[in-house]
């Protein structure tokens, strides 16, 4: 390092050789080489070692100019006055120096630019105050300093040592910016600063920016690394899969495949909508791996997509003589139901369509309800599809899950139509009245809009994505009560009631479709099986309790499997089964029905009551015991049931002067009512007219009589209210042997759908009040009973 008083010396020269600089500047201080090569540089530099080896050094603006013309300003006014400390020269006639900065020198005036330029120069005193500000302009740059190794990396950490100790800012700022890596005019600017303070304020913008800089270099070169790092790991590992498709020989399956369903697609002429978005996922299945979960998703679509009856149809016949031929082939009886669909047909051949109303048929199980829709389908020639609506609970089983699901499918409906292959099939949607709502959302309202007529045409399954037409589909709904069927459905359907049959229609319906199709159905004809009438009705009576013929055909399925055996095994033909041998086929007698009693009694009332499977006599008891006027009431009762009695109860009490009742009767005893069969549920509030006359009874001890039935919902007031079932109670009561049934007048109506030959035979009286009913059904008091009062 040269010291101050060699300066002194230097500056004693008023002129010293120039050496234009190209795109490097050297500070004061700073140690640096060089390479010089111009023929002007290098008669400078041996002008400078004959004397001091001193020399100016100032850059040109520039690099390029290979010969700068300095009065213009090709060389900056403002350079560094340095020694040379070495001096090589090459082999090649250029020369390698070393020089060492000493101060900065302000350039006055060239003397003499050939053979190299000769200035005049004033050298610019360095000012070394320091204030507050400086010291904090110093921290401050230090620290940004800092930052720059640390993110640049080219800088050694030894120059942040050496700096860190300097106590000097001009020199602190000189140092620091020669070790930057900034642009020429940087610093150019920086060298031509004169005061520290200065000097430091624009090193630190400069620093700032070249942070900036640093920074933002730094996150484009993560960023470009990760880009790289995945495609090439993609890369390579799409380029391992072909290498093991190839070797599978996978690749040209896909291709074909693709293809194939692209044939398949452009033969199918589907809704443009459809064909786009099948299209679109063919596309996107070409381009996955075969074997990844995904392209198994997208093929299942897709396979959905073209198995669909998106614009098959079958030819209607709509002909209503050949459909009523049909009907009548299939079932015996229900003319009325028949008659309906037949008015239906008739409007949908005149209006060329089949459109209306949705059919709903109600009924208990096995009256034919399956069967007739699918006589109807086959009657129009549309394809027959069921679908059990039972247990569903979900919307997403009509309705499909959406595809994002593992192990997505459509919904019911679409799955039907599948299986239909046509667009305008029959589907039967069964058991409407069994579907139940829960949490994952209501079935009911995804049926709405598949049988809304306005909706269906554009029904949207989740899993499907676009919307598909059902309306050319005939719906058809069974339900076994209306009380299930949700209300918003039951208003767009048109109600077909199909009550249980007789016995006799069950004979006549054996006789003419059971008997010939089990027969057939086991190998035989109808001469190597004989069943007479009686037989066939001691089956009806005996082994099977139902409204519909269900059970009874699978007993003569069973009395055709035992016939069989025989005529396999014993060659004998034909075989008869008569009242004494049908144990035999069938086993011992399953039923009894609950017929009348022998005798009338006091307290015991017969009723009638309504199941599922039909309707059955049921006898009510009534017994004083010794108490404080409690109602007991046992059997099983269901709520509605034991609320009648109470009604019963309360309007005996408050007649009981008028009926001839001691009112003090509430003082010694407690009225048990007792309904047997104690171990089947029973409820409902038709049995409140046989109560209150079992309870009269009792309490008057006049006898009921023996042969009549009763069924009626009884008031507070005594007035007879109409109740359901009627049919289905008036059969039994005829199979019970009663001879009279008290029904209440506003039932009156249902009488017509019983059958004549039934109606023949028994007295049915319509009632409306209580005493009308005890008028009918109570004996007088018979010699020698006891009265209570
Ligand atoms: P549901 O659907 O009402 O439960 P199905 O339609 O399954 O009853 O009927 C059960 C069986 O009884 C079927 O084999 C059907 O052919 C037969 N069947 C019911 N009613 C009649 C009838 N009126 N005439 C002829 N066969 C009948």
């Known amino acids: 390092m040269s010291n101050s008083g060699e300066l002194k010396t230097d500056v004693m020269r008023e002129t010293l050789p120039l050496l234009p ?40 603006r520039q690099a390029k100019v290979y ?90 950490p030894e120059v942040m040592t050496s700096v860190n100790n300097l106590e000097d800012p001009g020199r602190m700022a000189d140092i620091i910016t020669s070790n930057l890596n900034l642009k020429l005019e940087e610093k150019q600017e920086i060298l031509e600063a004169v005061h520290p303070r200065e000097r430091l304020e624009k090193l630190c913008s400069f620093l700032v920016k070249e942070i900036d800089i640093l920074e933002m270099e730094r996150k484009i070169h993560l960023r470009v690394r990760k880009q790289m790092e995945k495609t090439q790991k993609e890369y390579y590992l799409r380029e391992q899969m072909k290498a093991i ?27 443009e909508e459809v064909e786009e978005k099948a299209l679109k996922e063919i596309d996107r299945l070409a381009k996955m791996p075969p074997m990844s979960a995904e392209a198994v998703v997208v093929r299942n679509y897709i396979d959905w997509i073209l198995v669909l009856p998106w614009s098959k149809l079958t030819e209607d016949r709509l002909d209503v003589t050949t459909a009523e031929q049909i009907l009548n082939e299939d079932h015996y009886g229900l003319e009325k139901v028949k008659e309906r669909i037949l008015e239906y047909l008739a409007v949908c051949q005149l209006t060329k369509q089949l459109k209306g109303p949705i059919l709903c048929l109600i009924g208990p199980p096995g009256v034919g309800k399956t069967s007739l829709a699918k006589s109807v389908a086959r009657a129009i020639n549309r394809k027959f599809v069921r679908f059990s609506l039972g247990g569903v609970r979900d919307e997403a089983e009509i309705r499909g899950h959406r595809r994002t699901y593992v192990g997505a499918m459509p919904g019911k409906i679409i799955q039907i139509m599948k299986q239909a292959a046509t667009k305008n099939p029959v589907i039967l949607l069964d058991e409407i009245d069994k579907m139940s709502a829960d949490f994952r959302g209501d079935p009911a309202s995804a049926l709405l809009e598949v049988l809304d007529p306005e909706q269906n045409c554009a029904f949207g399954d989740h899993y499907l994505e676009v919307t598909f037409d059902l309306s050319k589909v005939l719906f058809i709904t069974t339900a076994n009560t209306y009380q299930g069927i949700p209300r918003p459905l039951l208003d767009r359907m048109e109600v077909i009631n199909i009550s249980g049959y007789t016995e006799e229609e069950k004979l006549e319906i054996a006789k003419r479709h059971l008997l010939p199709k089990q027969t057939k159905d086991h190998g035989m004809t109808m001469d190597e099986l004989i069943i007479p009438d009686l037989v066939l009705r001691q089956v009806i009576n005996g082994y099977t309790r139902e409204s519909g013929v269900r059970s009874l055909e699978r007993q003569l399925a069973g009395v055709c499997r035992k016939a069989a055996r025989e005529i396999v095994q014993t060659s004998k033909k034909p075989i008869r089964v008569t009242k004494t041998t049908l144990h035999k086929f069938l086993g011992t007698e399953k039923y009894h029905y609950n017929v009348a009693e022998e005798q009338d009694q006091i307290g015991l009332a017969t009723g009638l009551a309504w199941t599922e499977v039909g309707g059955d006599i049921l006898t009510i008891e009534v017994t004083l015991v010794k ?34 009742i001691n009112e003090d009767f509430t003082e010694h005893y407690d009225l048990h009512v007792h309904v047997p069969e104690g171990a089947i549920p029973k409820d409902g509030p038709s049995a409140g007219i046989t109560i209150a006359t079992a309870i009269v009874s009792a309490l008057t001890n006049r006898p009921v009589r023996k042969d009549v039935a009763m069924t009626g919902e009884i008031t507070l007031r005594g007035r007879v209210l109409p ?32 059958p004549a030959n039934i109606t023949r035979k028994l007295d049915i009286e319509l009632v409306e009040s209580m005493d009308d009913v005890w008028r009918q059904a109570l004996a007088p008091i018979s010699e020698g009973a006891s009265t209570l009062n």
């Open 21 to 60: 600089l190209r795109g490097l500047i050297i500070f004061p201080y700073m140690v640096s080489p060089f390479e010089v090569a111009r023929d002007k540089s290098i008669s400078a530099l041996e002008e400078a070692m004959l004397y001091d080896r001193l020399i100016i050094l100032s850059s040109q």
């Open 67 to 156: 010969e700068p013309y300095p009065e213009p300003g090709d060389i900056y006014e403002v350079g560094t006055m340095a020694e040379i400390k070495q001096l090589l020269k090459l082999p090649d006639g250029t020369i390698r120096v070393l020089v060492e900065g000493r101060c900065r020198v302000n350039i006055n005036c060239y003397q003499q630019t050939e053979p190299h330029y000769r200035v005049k120069f004033d050298v610019i005193a360095e000012c070394s105050e320091k204030n507050v500000e400086t010291e904090a302009l110093m921290r401050s740059t230090l620290y940004q300093f800092e930052q720059y190794i640390k993110l640049s990396k080219k800088i050694p």
């Open 245 to 271: 498709q190839k070797e599978l020989g996978d690749q040209d399956d896909r291709t074909a495949e693709v293809e194939e369903l692209r044939n398949k697609l452009a033969q199918l002429n589907l809704p």
């Open 627 to 660: 108490g404080k006027g409690q109602l007991i009431l046992t059997g099983k009762l269901g709520e509605v049931m034991r609320e009648s009695a109470q009604a019963a109860y309360s309007y005996i009490r408050s007649r009981a002067s008028e009926l001839g």
């Open 723 to 754: 109740i359901g079932g009627l049919k289905e109670k008036v059969l039994a009561a005829y199979r019970g042997g009663i001879k009279k049934v008290i029904a209440p007048r506003e039932n009156q109506k249902d009488l017509e759908e019983i």
